[in-house]
């Protein structure tokens, strides 16, 4: 668990780089504003059910820390709120998803 935070601190801080890189700003504005303040692990396990009609998940949320790094599984169940219909995220296997959505909120545009 140690060695697992440490290397999730170390993520977050190249993460926070990149981001004030693309955000145009100084390569440390956002650690220095101590946006890598805290860290939070949430563990949430969800066995495949064969009556998914019964079953219960997280409610619907946003994020509220700055950074989410999410390591998907094969299981379903990721979801994103998009046109104010929740979409099924199809999972990875072994990838990370970060999510800075709820803080720098996208619109995905139709092609013209």
Excluded at 35 to 57: H, I, K, M, S, V
Aim: aromatic fraction near 8%; charge should be negative.
């Amino acid at each position: 668990m140690f060695e697992h935070t440490n290397e999730v601190l170390k993520l977050g801080t190249t993460l926070f780089e990149i981001l004030s890189e693309a955000l145009e700003l100084k390569i440390n504005y956002l650690e220095d504003m101590k946006c890598g303040e805290g860290l939070a692990l949430l563990c949430q396990y969800y066995p495949l059910c064969p009556e998914t009609d019964l079953t219960l998940g997280t409610s619907p949320h946003a994020d509220s820390d700055f950074l989410t790094v999410l390591l998907n599984d094969q299981v379903t169940g990721l979801q994103v709120l998009y046109q104010n219909q929740w979409v099924d995220v199809a999972p990875v296997l072994g990838a990370l998803v970060v999510n800075i959505g709820d803080l720098l909120q996208a619109r995905i545009l139709p092609a013209s």
